[in-house]
């Protein structure tokens, strides 16, 4: 599975982005997805995961009711949409992919990963 993660940007604080990652081949359906989140000279953070149908979710404490991962398996694309947004958010942003059934947030549980685009928020 090949990942490219867009849609990142620069936005006022308040403000919202869309980020897709679209996978490639055709098992897009068998994997669970996530999006992470680094800033330099710190770790890989967990931000959402969705299960491979879409029907369930999971998010970080800091993101959770601002941002809402999505799944579109007849497009093989992952959303996340990213509302109120605020200066802490800033970060280069990674789209993932797990196979299976279960979703979750470590990070040596996905075994594909996007180039990552930067989302940049100003105060």
């Known amino acids: 599975v090949q990942l490219q993660a867009s849609g990142g940007g620069l936005v006022q604080a308040g403000g919202s ?3 897709s990652c679209a996978a490639s081949g055709r098992t897009f359906s068998s994997y669970a997805m996530g999006w992470f989140r680094q800033t330099p ?3 890989r953070m967990f931000v959402a995961a969705i299960d491979r ?3 369930s979710t999971y998010y970080a404490d800091s993101v959770k009711a601002r941002f ?3 799944k579109d ?4 694309t ?3 949409l990213m509302n109120s947004l605020k200066p802490e958010d ?3 942003y990674y789209c993932a992919a797990r196979y299976g059934l279960r979703i979750g947030a470590a990070i040596d549980s996905y075994d594909y990963w996007g180039q990552g685009t930067q989302v940049t928020v100003s105060s």
């Open 17 to 19: 982005l869309r980020l």
């Open 41 to 43: 000279g710190k770790e």
């Open 53 to 55: 149908g879409g029907g």
């Open 68 to 70: 809402t991962i999505s």
């Open 73 to 76: 398996n007849a497009v093989n």
């Open 78 to 80: 992952v959303y996340l």
């Open 90 to 92: 800033t970060a280069v």
